[in-house]
DNA sequence: GCCTATAAATGGAACGTTCCAATAAATCAA
DNA sequence: TTGATTTATTGGAACGTTCCATTTATAGGC
């Protein structure tokens, strides 16, 4: 119906017998053109049916608004937590996010950060892909566009991070499963190339030590950090010689892999073999049995990592503190005791 | 480290000695440019750490390459698999799409929609939010930006839509049921502002009309299309003076919701009440029981919808077939037979 | 060697905005 | 009135590309 080639700013400059500048003025709201001749003018604006053309904007304004999300695992309903907190913020700022997927996949987040920043985008908070290198952000910085890690971090890097707080979470989860009796634990999951593997592991460890498991009690399993990756991490377990009574879990979409795997060999979770899992997804509440996790309020950090980034283009800076967000133990079903431990001396029990 | 000012092709041409015409060409790969020629230019792009500047470029180009995807619910881990789909073929086609969350709030949509526009996207994918009117499509329409819905529709539209075939879906489901000699139907979740909740529910109702389940024995619940809708569809239905033995649900979602709300009545699903979900995420084939679900292969469609996209854009026009995608029932162990048809006329029993 | 054909490189004019400096109109102090 | 001040409006020059029409260099045909 409309005019074939689009409308531009002289159109309704002619529409509403008034400069191409006053128009502009009138598009960002300025309080110098009278209001009459601003109702003129926006009503000429709908008359042809214009729309703002963004990027001829761009090249004058020095920056965007436009906020890129990138997210390495879009089907782990964590990032969509993670999404809906974020949005949350930045729809009060007026702003709409665009959230690109790299699917763990480092070269494809290559091109999603090389087409964000072509876009001209004020900002990323990115989850990086695991087995992101070194320098895959230099770009970025040499653009001096602010970014925010969300959720995991690089090895070492001036980029300011939101997360939860690994360490702890992961100490708290192993320390419950100690009190449970369990002796011989495994860690689930992950890969170290990623960070927070190393921050959880690390509280994992800390708690074997201090509550006294034997190194030799620890079994470290790596593995995709997805349902599937949990259910191969079960497998190599009970193939040990001896296999751990209790595992925690790098997240809960490892933790629900292993459940299955466990069913699959006919234990039951909770009561044959504890599972814990790291994020409380919502999901986890309502499995069966109800999975004991490590709550981060992934909502929360979503909307701190974005009010960080604001403040950041605001003062346009690139460097913000880290935050590192409370963590609390959920516990449900997911991790009875250890049954051996009830029927004879520890240490001696078989899982299948 | 890099220059203060961001590089412009000038820069590049200023380092390597040529125009700045010959830096364009380089960055376009014409064959045009001698091979040394454009060797010198590429080196000077990054030594100048030059990033292009898509939007400058879509001031003189027809069209930008980015492709947008509108979906009302990224918590539904449905999309998720469907966003999946798309980026399979779109990532072989060199683009990256950009996902907006418009959190099946029409107004949010209306903003979602305008930022795209603005940004001058060459195409959406869109998965409209329950409740959007018939006009929200009119500003694109007139601008001549194809636009594919996918999943679900708008009542009056010329817009294409790849979906999959939910009639026929529902009447699997529901025929299933019927066989299974449930005769108190329920059809859960969902809501007449949605042109889909028609098409399964039409599905729905026609098997019950041939296999002879009287109008007066089959109840219709609307609600969210959420886990949470479906809690509380199943609370009303048990609230009903004869309620159901089974039901349909709008989708995986709603299902588990349904079977959350049983349990916490005592009931069992699949063995006290049937459950069928819609869409087959994932989930529903680890979930306990295993929910039966008619699955519409989403990753498909959503291939399905980009290359759609992608045909729209490349032969610049507004218009494509619709797509009905196949679907089939996967039955699993969430709808066992009526327990009460078993013990006692049909007609008579208590759910609760 | 000269003219023509081909290949490679280039300057200039767009594209649709914003912003600054400048103008025009209205108001006020004297 | 007149000059100074304030209030509204405006033209022009950017911004970083692409594309067209030229120019310049290279090769080919005779």
Known sequence: MASRAKATIFDIAREAGVSKSTVSLVLQGSGLIRPETAVKVRKAIEDVGYVYNRGAANLRKAHSNVIGMVINDLTNPFFAELAVGMERVFQSAGIVPFIANTAENPVRQEEVLKSLMEQGVAGLIVSPARGTTPGAFRRLEMAGVPVVFAMRRLPESRIPVIT??????????????????????????????LVVYHERLGGFREACETLGIAARDVLLVEGETSRRGGMACLETALSMPEPPTAALCFNDA???GVMLALRKHGLEPGADFAVVGFDDVVEAEHYIPALTSVSVD???????????????????????????????????ESCGPDRRARNRPAGMGDAA
Chains 1, 2 share one sequence.
């Open 254 to 256: 490892v933790a629900f």
């Open 298 to 332: 992934t909502a929360g950090l979503g909307e701190r990592a974005a009010h960080v980034m604001l403040k950041m283009i605001q003062s346009r800076t690139t460097r913000a503190e880290d935050h590192i967000g409370a963590v609390n133990l959920v516990v449900r």
């Open 164 to 193: 939860p707080d690994n360490h702890r979470g992961a100490y708290l989860a192993a320390a419950h499963l100690i009190g449970k009796g369990h002796r011989r634990l495994a860690f689930f999951g992950g890969s170290s190339d």
